[in-house]
């Protein structure tokens, strides 16, 4: 092909559904800061995705475009090095998935886990939005417009990459040319971090989630609901660190290890009460949220700016995803007028 870069080129990003939050910045974000020294990273805003689901509630997920921008850059996403981008202003991912659609059938697309547990979550049952059952083509051209071979998602994802590499595979085969590249999912290796009321998931819409704009209060206020362990009822009584959502949380942001493992000794043994270790949870995610909140503050007054990176992003993403559709077409046939001799008009 026509570009050969020396760095991997990794894809990924976030519905546009509303701010993120610190389950995103242990489980993805950190590690894309890092990344994009290393690789060509593309983020995507993924606001066309968000309105599979959110049909009627468009405001809520155009809204959120500028805010997830804010969280990417707050972080130190820099896009000198990374390319932000928004889903819908390149057309060519609706053209390339509309091709994709071709080769996958509506069962298929109905056997996709996440996508059946999203239909319950939703409440969709029978009526479910043709745009929603497809949107794992969607991600497909997503993902492979930019000829992505890494990419950076939650576990729930992983039904989505076994599906583009069957996309990729089927139609590499159909036109006889390895015209999309397979892509691989780079899992994050940080755990999961739970919702501050024990839950299983941190999430804005359950209400368990710390915002990355949160201030000091709110975190404070966060820190001190979070759920321990009800059995341990005395500071003397022992404590179970398993499913004590402070010790998942300073498994994230305690560096120092020994002194991690010490803690958890104690409160096993007991003596060890926990509005010391929130204390200390307090302290770190105080340390964490501070330079990213006055970030994320100081941008949000010039949202011109963010516009203006997000313009830039968007261009540089439809030069990337054109490259491909070209590609694509020309394999299928779907390229009339590159002919010299219908281009001079030739009678
Ligand atoms: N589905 C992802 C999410 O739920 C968002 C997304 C859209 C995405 N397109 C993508 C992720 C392509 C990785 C690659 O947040």
């Known amino acids: 092909m026509t570009t050969t870069s020396a760095k991997p080129i990794v894809l990924t990003g976030d519905r546009t559904t509303g701010p993120l939050h610190l389950g995103h910045y242990v489980g993805s974000l950190r590690s894309r800061v890092q990344l994009q020294d290393q690789a060509q990273q593309f983020l995507l805003l993924a606001d066309a995705q968000a309105m599979t689901d959110n049909a009627g509630k468009h405001q809520k997920v155009t809204e959120n475009v500028i805010e997830v921008a804010l969280d990417y850059l707050a972080v130190g996403i820099d ?5 932000i981008f928004i889903q819908s202003q390149v057309p060519e991912l609706a053209e390339l998935s509309q ?15 996440t996508i059946k547990d999203e239909i319950r979550q939703r409440g969709f049952e029978r009526d479910i939005p043709a745009g929603f059952l497809a949107y794992p083509v969607s991600q497909a051209a997503d993902i492979t417009a930019f000829r992505a071979r890494l990419v950076p998602v939650g576990d729930d994802q992983l039904p989505m990459i076994e599906q583009t590499n069957e996309l990729v595979r089927r139609f590499n085969s159909t036109v006889g040319q390895d015209v999309l590249v ?64 402070v010790f998942a949380f300073l498994d994230a942001f305690e560096t120092d290890v020994a002194k991690l493992d010490a803690l ?31 970030e994320r503050e100081r941008l949000a007054t010039d949202r011109g700016e963010v516009l203006r990176i997000l313009r830039v992003g968007t261009e540089r993403a439809r030069d990337a995803a054109a490259r491909t559709l070209s590609a694509v077409k020309r394999a299928l046939g779907l390229n009339y007028f590159d002919h010299t001799e219908l281009a001079s008009g030739a009678r």
């Open 79 to 83: 896009p000198a090095k990374s390319t």
């Open 99 to 113: 091709y994709l659609m071709n080769l996958v059938t509506v069962s298929r697309l109905e056997r996709n886990p």
């Open 182 to 245: 397979e892509c691989e999912a780079v899992l994050s290796c940080v755990t999961r971090l739970p919702g501050i009321d024990g839950k299983a998931k941190m999430s804005k819409s359950l209400g368990n989630a710390i915002a990355l704009g949160a201030s000091e209060d709110e975190i404070r206020k966060a820190v001190n609901l979070m759920y321990t362990d009800p059995n341990h009822l005395r500071v003397d009584d022992p404590g179970q660190v398993e499913g004590n959502v």
């Open 264 to 294: 958890k000794a104690h409160y096993r043994r007991g003596g060890l009460g926990d509005t010391v270790l929130k204390r200390l949870l307090n302290e770190h995610l105080q340390e964490a949220i501070r330079p990213i909140r006055a």
